[in-house]
């Protein structure tokens, strides 16, 4: 195998010897491929590739705001979304739950309102939740039901019903397990600091030894540690002569600094110097720096915490190494997912300011059960995608209430004096964010289809409601056609989103997620035996899934047609989770250079055939999923490690990069002539079985045009060889140059792992003399290639 230097030789020494001609393409040499661009246009205004922002937690690699802690131990909101066999004039049951589980407790009291069917926009109590018994598929059974305080229509099945309660006075704290907060700690309501946020404070309880508070910071390995920190937060003596120092976790790695603690409310700021936090010795080694209030003594009061590293200057909440991630990336949009359990003027607030919030089935009422915090808020994400020049898909909640939408388009577009449009200038943005983007994507939740553990109760698709909340934004005053409201379903089921789409036929996009693989079997394993079956199974897999008339995406597209709605992608990425198949080609498969081609070709070839111009990657960050009897998958994140200096991206992250350097404007025809090689692949495709697929293309090529720039991707999904390629296009090109990003490795298994010392995958940037139509440029074997050039006038 050629070392990565020889490879780049290679490339240069290719580059620099191609023939160039504009003799017509039918005399090219039997082994080259024409490439000819057409002004035939297939898809208008295309976006670059987007991407999903992922979560902030140290332990899954993530290093993605500014503010590593922001605290204010305040309580939970709780809202969840049902629906169950009937709907009668006294309740409603629920499919979901089970009588008697703390949820009974939480939304006891509570609201319910509900979404579908005669007696939609009903509000009232919850008197009490019970059991009915009702008939699903012939046969009687015991279901849970709410119990309402007032007589309603009758709805029959699958009614909607949004119920809430929320517990803002319990506090939020995390578990008192010794380790993360002392056992003798515990939340205290009603003596806050004057001019704070909601009614809750830590106590911390050192009045009969140390007590101590830990908060997670990042680990070294994915963003600078050592430097000067700042903390801010608020301190009252509770009992005793409380004495408290905050530190570093480990003594060694940095200063400590003693905080004088007095009887009233009092402001702290301070900062710490850490020096010697070490880098990481080995893949698996990770100095992780957090930082330990610790108080003895007595009792202090201990609320409103803020740490962070100085030396961060950009104007946003995100850190300048995220910044500079997805700068490079080049996104056309952002998205950021939640999905059941907040409401949007927490959604808006920023983290200092939210309750916690939770949908979740296996959610308990306290404030010691850690429920979910938003690491940032809608209107900071806003404030990322203006500085970049991109544009917003952060998901509302999929709990959303009726007024809620109204006071969102009024967030959105009212003058910064009207309604919710105070709250956007308050929070520093007067100007209307629709005269800022291109596109305000809008999505309600994420996965309401989904019923399985996290995503249960978390949103409701079923009649009225998502389109009603659509309907009440697009008659708002505020509305401009820049806000693409997005229905979203399954992409496996187009059965089910056929039943969605005409249930929301207002929705401007219609969101799936076509993840590539979702299992692999010992049996497929035994037979996809070397890298040359298995990649090419993988680049196969959703070609056919695209272009068989059999086919998820294939169908997908032929009922958004009918129902004429526009395709959006909410996630893709490989999600090779299931099966009994071994962990070991699962990962070979999605961390390599092989993996990105598949991924990012896909996506072209979704965009068009499919008119797919709102897609986004899943997800930038989260090293791993832990798939139930396999291990340690590889997915879903693209950015291995943002960190200045040590970055390090999974070659799917650098095929949509290279794709964003050339997509944009219109998607016009290509044509092949000549050689135009073709593979077969063996494998899986459907529940058919294992199949063999012939007559795939090699090479792949999309053509862009946007005013008098001109771009073309090409990808050679040759598992051994390279392909030369012929471009014919009309016009005269600016400068005889054109620019050139190249995606490959030697190996089609290559990969960035933190088990190479060094990237093994990376873009190759160069320009090329003597651009003209008739170029003649050789594609490396498992390679991607995009073109950029200005033509005359």
């Known amino acids: 195998m050629r070392s990565r230097k020889g490879f780049r030789l290679a490339v240069i020494c290719i580059a620099a010897t191609a023939t160039i001609g504009t003799r017509p393409f039918a005399q090219s040499p039997a082994d080259v491929t024409t490439v000819e661009i057409t002004g035939k246009v297939l898809v208008r205004d295309t976006v670059p590739f987007g991407i999903n922002l992922g979560g902030d937690t140290y332990y899954s690699g993530a290093v993605v705001v500014k503010k590593r802690v922001e605290e204010n131990f305040e309580g939970t909101l709780y809202r969840q979304c049902h629906f169950g066999p009937v709907q009668d004039e006294t309740g409603a049951t629920t499919w979901f739950g089970r009588v008697g589980s703390a949820w009974d407790e939480i939304l006891k009291g509570g609201q319910f309102t509900i979404l579908s069917g005669p007696a939609k926009g009903t509000t009232g109590t919850i008197r009490a939740i019970t059991t009915r018994r009702a008939v699903d598929r012939g046969r009687e059974q ?43 700690n515990r939340i ?31 680990y070294q ?25 905050v530190r570093a976790d480990r003594p060694e790695w940095g200063e400590s600094v003693k905080v004088a603690v007095t009887p009233e409310w009092q402001k702290q700021e301070i900062t710490l110097a850490v020096r010697n936090v070490p880098e990481p010795k080995g893949p698996n080694d990770n100095p992780h720096l957090t930082f330990v209030f610790e108080v003895s003594g007595g009792a202090l009061l201990l609320d409103d915490v803020e740490m962070w590293r100085e030396g961060d200057v950009n104007p946003t909440a995100f850190r300048d190494d995220c910044v500079a991630v997805l700068k490079q990336f080049g996104p056309g949009l952002i998205r950021h997912l939640q999905m059941g359990g907040n409401t949007l003027d927490n959604t808006l607030a920023p983290p200092l300011r939210a309750y916690s919030y939770s949908s979740q089935n296996t959610a308990r009422r306290g404030p010691y059960e850690s429920h979910s915090q938003s690491p940032f808020s809608l209107h900071q994400m806003y404030e990322l995608c203006e500085h970049l020049g991109t544009n917003p898909w952060y998901c509302l909640p999929g709990t959303l209430g009726y007024g809620e939408m109204k006071n969102f388009l009024e967030y959105l577009g009212a003058p910064p004096d009207v309604g919710y449009g105070r709250v956007r200038a308050a929070l520093g943005h007067p100007r209307p964010w629709t005269d800022v983007f291109q596109f305000i994507h809008v999505e309600f939740g994420n996965e309401a289809w989904n019923n399985a553990g996290p995503y249960q109760c978390g949103g409701f698709n079923g009649d009225d409601y998502w389109k009603d909340l659509i309907a009440i934004g697009k008659n708002s005053p505020y509305y401009k056609p820049n806000i693409i409201f997005h229905a979203a379903g399954q992409a496996a089921n187009p059965w089910l989103n056929e039943g969605i789409m005409g249930r929301v036929p207002n929705a401007d996009c219609f969101s799936v997620a076509p993840y590539i693989i979702q299992s692999l079997s010992k049996e497929e394993a035994a037979m996809l035996d070397t890298d040359d079956k298995l990649f090419r199974w993988d680049f196969a897999w959703p070609v056919w899934r695209s272009r068989n008339q059999d086919g998820a995406m294939f169908r997908n597209f032929q009922l958004a047609q009918k129902a004429g709605i526009e395709l959006s992608i909410y996630e893709v990425n490989h999600h090779i989770t299931h099966g009994d198949g071994p ?11 092989g993996g ?41 994140g693209t950015a291995l490690n943002m960190r200045r200096g040590h970055e390090r991206f999974r070659p799917t992250f650098l095929a949509c990069a290279t794709a964003n350097r050339v997509l944009g404007g219109d998607l016009v025809e290509t044509r092949h002539s000549g050689a135009d090689p073709k593979f077969s692949a063996t494998g899986v495709f459907s529940r058919k079985g294992v199949e063999t697929l012939t007559d795939i293309p090699i090479i792949w090529s999309y053509a862009f045009v946007n005013a008098q720039r001109r771009g073309v991707i090409l990808i050679n999904l040759d598992t051994a060889k390279p392909q030369r390629v012929a471009l014919a296009f009309a016009g005269a090109v600016a400068n005889n140059t054109a620019r050139r990003w190249l995606l490959a ?8 792992e933190f088990e190479n010392p060094a990237p093994q995958v990376v873009i190759h940037e160069d320009t090329i003399a003597d651009f003209a139509s008739g170029k003649t440029l050789t594609l490396p074997p498992h390679s991607m290639t995009a073109l950029a050039w200005q033509s005359q006038p």
């Open 142 to 184: 015991e279901f849970r039901y709410f119990v309402f305080d007032r007589k309603v229509a009758p709805g029959g099945a699958n009614v909607g019903v949004l119920v809430e309660s929320f517990h803002t006075r319990d506090g939020q704290f995390r578990p008192l397990d010794g380790y993360w907060t002392s056992k003798t």
């Open 596 to 636: 990105g081609l598949t991924v990012a070709n896909n996506m072209l070839l979704m965009l068009k055939e499919h008119h797919l111009r709102h897609q986004a990657l899943f997800s930038l960050v989260q090293h791993s999923y832990n798939a139930q009897d396999i291990g340690p998958v590889r997915l879903w």
């Open 583 to 593: 962990l070991e080609p699962r990962n070979r498969i999605v961390t390599s250079l």
């Open 221 to 245: 390995r994915y963003g600078e540690t050592n430097g000067t920190w700042r903390a801010r937060f608020w301190t009252k003596a509770r009992s005793g002569s409380p004495a408290l120092t």
């Open 745 to 752: 490795a030697d190996s089609i298994a290559a990969n960035n």
């Open 188 to 218: 205290e309501i009603g003596d806050v600091p004057p001019g704070s946020f909601g009614c809750a404070a830590a106590c911390l309880d050192g009045s009969h030894g140390r007590a101590h508070h830990r908060f997670a910071t990042h």
